[in-house]
């Protein structure tokens, strides 16, 4: 079964795989293998689970309500997320104002068909509305009773110290940022992960494998494999997957591939294990495009790297891995989408 941790400095546990829906339910996935992929984890002890609201403009949210249908709902952890816009685009559609915050609440439920969320996450940094109203309209929805707790994405150290004090100002609680984090991806070990356990706030890290990359599937110089990621046109995937497709990142990726079998593990679990090393992580937040990779996946949370293990792999990813802290403050856009 897959372990829990707490979320923050709060008494909720979430399991540390956690399964998201980007770019597969609504898009690239059919609805009923989405929905078997929800299954599989559930079976397999994962009960913990992230969308957006964005994310296929409403479908995966939609699709993740139908695959959670009959759940006893307090046996599950469901997140969502806000800030992008969605529907009509109209200048009210997007960013962290009080009125995009409070319409899309209830968006987002009546899609999921939950009274509640678990964890409502702002899912970028809005530099055009007062940090102030956005927290109060957070404060608001705990209120109603619609989100027990208030998450963030990619917000910078800043950033993420100026919300926990307004948060703590209103009485309530901020407790999870939602960054890029993978062996590959490591810009958050400068400030925001020092920053974060100052401040009792946990990582929910999102494609811990590199959308796929890291499970070593993705081979230098060849054509990349029918049906993967690096092959969705309908959900952009082939796109946000690019990144990662040099024949440098994807060579020394093979380099794992001793020490993985050295662990008996697959390059997914050693990909998943080197992530869920670092305690200020309270998740990996997985995707799967079918219920096979989760089966796969899930074992990673019994799979403990000792620190040796840990820096072969940084080692053997050195010249490919990106540690630039600054680029955190470049994902939040400076002013609106629409
Ligand atoms: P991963 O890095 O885990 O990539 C998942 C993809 O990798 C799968 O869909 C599958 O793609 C491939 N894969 C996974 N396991 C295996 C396996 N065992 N064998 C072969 N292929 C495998 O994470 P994601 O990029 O999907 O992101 C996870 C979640 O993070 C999202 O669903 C979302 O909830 C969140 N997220 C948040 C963002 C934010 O801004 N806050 C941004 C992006 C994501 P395939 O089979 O198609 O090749």
Do not use: C
């Not at 679990?269 to 992530?275: K, S």
Request: hydrophobic letters at 40%; zero cysteines.
């Amino acid at each position: 079964m897959v372990n829990y941790r707490y979320l923050g400095r709060s008494g909720l546990k979430i399991t540390e795989l956690t399964l998201g829906n980007w770019i597969t339910a609504g898009g690239q996935v059919a609805q009923d293998a989405a929905i078997d992929t929800v299954h599989a984890a559930l079976d397999a002890g994962i009960t913990s689970f992230d969308t957006a609201d964005v994310y296929m403009n409403g479908a995966a949210e939609s699709v993740l309500g139908k695959a959670l249908d009959g759940q006893r709902r307090e046996s599950v952890e469901i997140f969502t997320k806000v800030y992008f816009p969605t529907g009509p685009k109209g200048p009210n559609d997007t960013g962290l104002s009080r009125k995009h915050i409070l319409t899309s609440i209830d968006g987002s439920l009546t899609r999921l068909g939950t009274d509640y969320v678990d964890l409502y996450q702002a899912h970028r940094y809005d530099h055009e509305t007062p940090l102030e109203e956005t927290f109060q309209a957070f404060a608001d929805v705990v209120r109603a009773g619609k989100a027990l707790y208030i998450g963030v994405s990619e917000w910078t150290a800043e950033q993420l110290t100026a919300g926990h004090a307004l948060a703590q100002q209103l009485g309530i609680q901020l407790i999870s940022n939602q960054p890029q984090y993978s062996a590959l991806w490591r810009v958050i070990e400068g400030k925001v992960i020092p920053a974060s356990q100052e401040l009792g706030i946990s990582q929910i890290v999102w494609s811990p494998l590199a959308q796929g990359v890291l499970t070593g599937k993705y081979l230098p110089g060849a054509a990349v494999p029918e049906g993967s990621r690096a092959t969705d046109e309908k959900g952009g995937g082939k796109q946000f997957i690019s990144r990662f497709l040099t024949d440098e990142v994807l060579s020394a990726v093979q380099g794992l591939v001793p020490i993985a079998a050295d662990q008996g593990v697959t390059l997914s679990q050693l990909g998943l294990a080197w992530v869920l090393h670092n305690d200020n992580i309270a998740a990996a937040l997985i995707g799967a495009s079918r219920p096979e990779q989760v089966v796969e996946n899930v074992k990673a949370s019994d799979v403990v790297l000792d620190d040796d293990a840990k820096e072969a792999i940084d080692a053997v990813l050195a010249g490919a891995a990106t540690t630039d802290s600054a680029l955190t403050e470049e994902v939040s856009p400076t002013t609106r989408l629409v």
